[in-house]
């Protein structure tokens, strides 16, 4: 009986005397080359920057000046706009090329982003990235360790990659409130989390209770922890300027002298004035601070503007000439009130630069022009312009919710997307009665 055989992978034909194998024609044929990171430092951990501070020392001089404040803030309030929505797209009803964006009901998906308050741990993960291009979640399993349970955002500042094993993977990020104080790894001061590998995921059991995931935003030339684009102000000293020109202005407004008016005096009004044996010394001398008192009163308080001062002059009758009474000049103040502020103004513009927000954004005037915050409709086509350039950078944000969708084995036609922020609502009643929308990531 010529009855064919079929065990797993493998079927036997005895009819042909063949054995027929299934082979996976979408199994990788190789896999990618890499290279080890160069890291000769004692610790566990590879060090994130020279002093292993690097984040820290961005936060000091970040923390110092307003303008980065801010503008960093923007981004990423218009990165995350109104949250995070996951949603099944479909085609187009009504005869456009827009797809009809449906907000998924699934309760096992509505249960976790409710349980992990996503939309309010995802602005931290957003604002690590904007701040050093890199980011961190923790994962936590369920007991049977098939599913993701709980999802946390890590502070970036004190998380530490740990060195490349021998297939050149980072098998751990190292998590410290302390590396200011060069901690040793006790599991204490230093906790450690294996990072997440997929040659570990069989589909049905994940062997680490909890695990981390990398998250960031690609530099070159970086095998462990990648570099901001705006940092190239803090190497060009334009950081260190902004900061430094109101601490040199608050030096110079602390320690300077301001005397506003010089007061001649004849040496000998005084004697003349209250002589002797009128006046004892005593007496002379209370008059004289009576007389100082009377003028201090009378110049100061804007009041006192524009009075008119009489003073005598006094014949001298060997040289036949008069000689000057009182005499009061004003001094003008030689300290310039607008030293540095052009410096200043182009420091706070190259870090808008680099950054890459629009000065209106934050309430500033363009480069050059007049102080101002800029017109409605040039701020809102600056924010269009800022959105639409959020692109690459929300598909990195967004690739933790994928990652847990395809682990948590969630349908894959779900998508994740950010609701933009509508700055056009008041169009309608805008003279041209105009309804152009450009906003098309809303669902």
Sequence with gaps: MNKIIIEGNYAILPGAKAIVSETKVIADAAKPISSPAYDLSPSEWSRWGDSNLFPQEVLLDINKNSVALRALDKRKRVHFGRGIVAYRESPATDGTSTPVRTPVTDPEILEFMRLNQVNLIWPDLIMGLETFANGWIEFIMNKGRNRINRVFVKDPAYCRLGKMDASNKIPSVYYSAQWEMSPSFDRVKVAMLPMYDAAKNT?????????????????????????PLWNAVRLNKWMYIANSVPTLKAAIMKNQMIIKYHITIPDDYFTKRYPSPDYTKEQCEAKRLEVLADM???????????????????????????????????????????????????????????????????????????????????????????????????????????????????????????????????QDQHPTKTTKRIDQNQP
């Design 203 to 227: 589909g049905t059991i994940y062997p680490d209770p909890q695990f981390a995931m990398h998250v960031y935003y690609r530099s070159f030339n970086k095998s462990f922890y990648h570099l």
């Design 296 to 426: 201090d009163a009378f110049l100061a308080d804007v009041e006192n503007s524009g009075k008119a001062f009489i003073s005598w002059s006094f014949l001298n009758k060997v040289k036949q000439d008069y000689l000057t009474g009182w005499k009061i000049e004003v001094i003008q103040n030689k300290l310039d009130n607008t030293a540095y502020l052009p410096d200043s103004q182009a420091a706070n513009s190259e870090i808008l630069f680099a950054i890459g927000v629009d000065p209106c954004l934050i309430g500033a005037g363009n480069p050059g022009e007049a102080i101002g915050a800029g017109s409605g409709s040039d701020k809102r086509e600056a924010y269009w312009m800022l959105n639409s350039d959020m692109g690459t950078d929300r598909a990195v944000s967004l690739a933790p919710l994928y990652f847990i969708r395809d682990f948590n084995k969630w349908d894959p036609t779900i998508q994740f997307d950010y609701v933009t922020v509508d700055t056009s609502q008041t």
